[in-house]
């Protein structure tokens, strides 16, 4: 299984920017698949998640910010964070993930990441004041 983001970059408060993450290799019919972020110093944090059924969970902290959604229409499974209201507080190591479970758990779990099996490399956002 291959998890590949992309989209991340510089970008002033207020502005926006789209997350993409490719999911290859991944055969189960049945996942959940998020957005997690991790700022410096600071420990990893779901941002939001979906599942194969289209529902989705969003952080306190993002919601009616961002925005999760998918496209399993192709042999290749996206995943996509349209960020939009950018805060320097929302500058971050953005990471895509996936799990095998049919529903996702809830997003405020303890140890949500743990449940995670799959993770991609991370893409950069930094948000300038």
């Known amino acids: 299984v291959r998890l590949e983001e992309s989209g991340g970059g510089s970008v002033q408060a207020g502005g926006s920017l789209r997350l993409s993450c490719a999911v290859s290799?991944?055969?189960?019919?049945?996942?959940?698949i998020g957005w997690f972020r991790q700022a410096p110093g600071k420990e990893r944090e779901a941002v939001a998640t979906?599942?194969?059924?289209?529902?989705?969970?969003?952080a306190d902290s993002v919601k009616g910010r961002f925005t999760i959604s998918q496209d399993n229409a192709k042999n290749t499974l996206y995943l996509y964070l349209q960020m939009n209201s950018l805060k320097p507080e929302d500058t971050a190591m953005y990471y895509c993930?996936?799990?095998?479970?049919?529903?996702?758990?809830?997003?405020?779990?303890?140890?949500?990441?743990?449940?995670?099996?799959?993770w991609g490399q991370g893409t950069q956002v930094t948000v300038s004041s």
């Open positions: 993930a996936a799990m095998g479970w049919s529903i996702c758990p809830p997003i405020d779990s303890d140890y949500l990441d743990s449940r995670f099996a799959y």
């Open positions: 290799g991944y055969s189960d019919s049945s996942y959940c």
């Open positions: 979906i599942d194969r059924h289209g529902r989705t969970s969003s």
